[in-house]
């Protein structure tokens, strides 16, 4: 580098530079930008928590619904925060305040009635009677705002009025409620509506028979004294999700299921049947379903864990032959053992040998007994 090169370079300090006013007026330009821009990022803000919110509550219906199958009962506003936080594994807190800190409200239709209990008074519980009549207006609401507290008369429980209630059911997305005096937006509230007609399902059972005791059946395993008659049917509604249990004239259980549409059944000649007396008799596995049910189990992929242990899937299917050759060789001999609440302890001869299927590969005993070495570790 020669000296003509150094001199040719200019000078820190005559380099381009801000002048303080420059910098001022720079200043004052983002300023004006962003008071341009805040609103603008705030409206999105506040939309991107409102669907946020509407999604959450969506979460809510959905868990409360699931809450109402399982457990077979309708909490009232003392428990259905306790509910929503088991079935989604939050908080009770999360539950009743939203993010942006403000109480969520749980209402109750006032003509909400389940036979006499009205606006849910009580918790609905259900049990081996189920409920007489279809349930009248049984909808909820969960109504959320993110700005403004909700109005202060808007307190969990029944709602002041029907009127009141269907006000804030059939309003308009980014609307107040018609008879609301509160300063917030309509664009800051969040309503979730819950309908409860479609779970409730008919359930009839009739007896044809005029004499003996028989008839008997069970709600989730409550059983009843018998269905009265002959004469009209016996008829109530159940939760969807309800187990049936029908029994036949020897109180021996004949058929059981879990109820997801409503049904209706006919007990003639010591048996229950679908259909009137001259129809046909309660849906049940045929032969050629139960051979395509061995098909696929024999066509599965192997269990390798199993395998090691001695069990392919034509030993387990031998052995369910065998036991339930077993068990209706059992059954023609009258149910030795057995009593009207369950098989207890099966006696001779297909008793004992029912017995000691248990101990075959692929049984259940068995399968339990062989549980340590049928686990296959991910380290091997």
């Not at 109820?259 to 679908?274: A, E």
């Not at 053992?337 to 006696?347: D, H, L, R, Y």
Request: net charge neutral; glycine share 10%; charged share 15%.
């Amino acid at each position: 580098m020669n000296r003509s090169t150094l001199r040719s370079r200019p000078s820190p300090l005559k380099l381009p530079a801000f002048t303080l006013l420059e910098m001022i007026g720079v200043m004052a330009a983002v300023a004006l930008l962003g008071l341009a821009l805040a609103p603008v990022l705030i409206q999105q803000l506040d939309r991107l928590a409102w669907e946020k919110e509407t999604s959450q509550l969506k979460a809510f219906a959905d868990g409360f619904r699931q809450g109402v199958l399982k457990t077979k009962t309708i909490p009232n506003q003392t428990g259905w925060d306790q509910m929503l936080a088991t079935n989604l594994g939050l908080e009770i807190s999360q539950v009743r305040t939203n993010e942006r800190g403000q109480a969520r409200v749980f209402l109750i239709d006032p003509a909400f009635q389940i036979d006499a209990n009205v606006g849910l008074s009580s918790n609905y519980v259900q049990n081996a009677n189920g409920v007489t009549n279809q349930p009248v207006n049984p909808r909820l609401l969960i109504v959320s705002s993110l700005v403004k507290a909700l109005p202060t008369n808007l307190v969990s429980g029944v709602a002041s009025s029907t009127a009141a209630f269907s006000n804030i059911w059939v309003v308009a997305e980014g609307s107040v409620p018609a008879g609301w005096s509160w300063n917030g937006r309509g664009e800051d509230l969040t309503v979730q509506r819950i309908h409860l007609a479609d779970m409730f399902l008919r359930l009839e059972l009739n007896r044809n028979d005029v004499g003996g005791s028989g008839g008997r059946y069970s709600i989730e395993g409550a059983f009843s004294a018998g269905v009265p008659g002959p004469g009209p049917a016996y008829g109530a509604y159940f939760i969807d999700g309800t187990q049936l249990r029908l029994y036949d004239d020897a109180d021996y259980l004949e058929y059981s299921e879990i109820l997801h549409r409503s049904q209706s059944f006919y007990f003639v000649l010591g048996t229950w049947r679908s259909d009137k007396f001259l129809g046909r008799t309660v849906d049940r596995l045929g032969p050629i379903d139960l051979q395509q049910a061995a098909a696929q189990f024999l066509a599965s992929k192997t269990n390798q864990c199993a395998l090691n242990a001695g069990v392919t899937t034509w030993t387990v299917r031998d052995a369910m032959i065998a036991y339930m050759s077993n068990y209706v060789g059992w059954c023609q001999a009258g149910f030795p053992g057995c009593t009207v609440s369950g098989n207890k302890n099966p006696t001779a001869p297909y008793g004992d040998v029912l017995g000691a299927n248990q101990s075959q590969p692929g049984s259940q005993a068995y399968m339990s007994a062989k549980a340590t070495g049928l686990i296959c570790q991910q380290a091997n």
